[in-house]
Structures are given as structure tokens and as C-alpha cells.
């Protein structure tokens, strides 16, 4: 069984960086799509960026695509999310979540979900 946990959401300034990090375990990251979606208050989830068991990597949002890096490191079992010049509007939980091989932005289509990690911009 597929588990993952997030970590590395703070509070930022306008204009910071944040790296977040995505641990899986109970399986390999070969076989295994790995997508970072967001919450923000009031809204619907939405997918960020999201990495390939190939590492083909689509990102979904036009305001983050030049502010932000996924990455996997297979020996850490670890997807990262290095997020540049946030936002106020990057203010949300930030979630990953996996599944078979490919990539999509349907997040019905992902079974396995960590529990989420809190993104704060505010100065």
C-alpha cells in the first residue's frame, strides 16, 4: 500500500521560497506518477505540477510554471516541490498524491493522498 507524506509548509514572505517534500513508501517511485495539487480556503483542489514514473513532468498552473521545480530523488523515495517569489495567492495546503504511471489532473483518478502540508504567504 502506497503512503505518502508531505512536509516543508511555512509561513513565507511575499517574494520567498519554499521547498516541499513528498515521502513515499510501500512501493517504488518507478511505477508511479506523483502530483502535487493545492488547496486554497474556500476553493477546489487544483493540480500544480506533477512528475511521471518517467519523469515527464506537466505542470497545470500559468502563474507558478516559471516559479516552480519538480523533482524526484529515487534514493530518498522523496518527490520535491521547489516553489520561487510566492505569493499570496499561493496560500493554500498543498497535498501529494500517486498513482500508476501517468500523469493527470483528475485527482478522482489518484488513490493515494498524504495528508497535506500548509502554505502561508503573508507578510
Known amino acids: 500500500q502506497m503512503q505518502l507524506v508531505e512536509s516543508g509548509g511555512d509561513l513565507v514572505q511575499p517574494g520567498g521560497s519554499l521547498r516541499l517534500s513528498c515521502t513515499v513508501s510501500?512501493?517504488?517511485?518507478?511505477?508511479?506518477?506523483i502530483t502535487w495539487f493545492r488547496q486554497a480556503p474556500g476553493k477546489e483542489r487544483e493540480p500544480v505540477s506533477c512528475?511521471?514514473?518517467?519523469?515527464?513532468?506537466?505542470s497545470y498552473i500559468d502563474s507558478m510554471k516559471n516559479r516552480l521545480t519538480i523533482s524526484k530523488d529515487y534514493a530518498k523515495s522523496t518527490v520535491y516541490l521547489e516553489m520561487r517569489d510566492l505569493r499570496p495567492e499561493d496560500t493554500a495546503v498543498y497535498f501529494c498524491?500517486?498513482?500508476?504511471?501517468?500523469?493527470?489532473?483528475?485527482?478522482?483518478?489518484?488513490?493515494?493522498w498524504g495528508q497535506g502540508t500548509q502554505v502561508t504567504v503573508s507578510s
Open positions: 510501500g512501493v517504488t517511485l518507478e511505477k508511479y506518477a
Open positions: 498524491a500517486g498513482k500508476d504511471y501517468f500523469c493527470t489532473k483528475y485527482d478522482d483518478q489518484y488513490p493515494h
Open positions: 512528475i511521471s514514473y518517467s519523469n515527464r513532468i506537466t
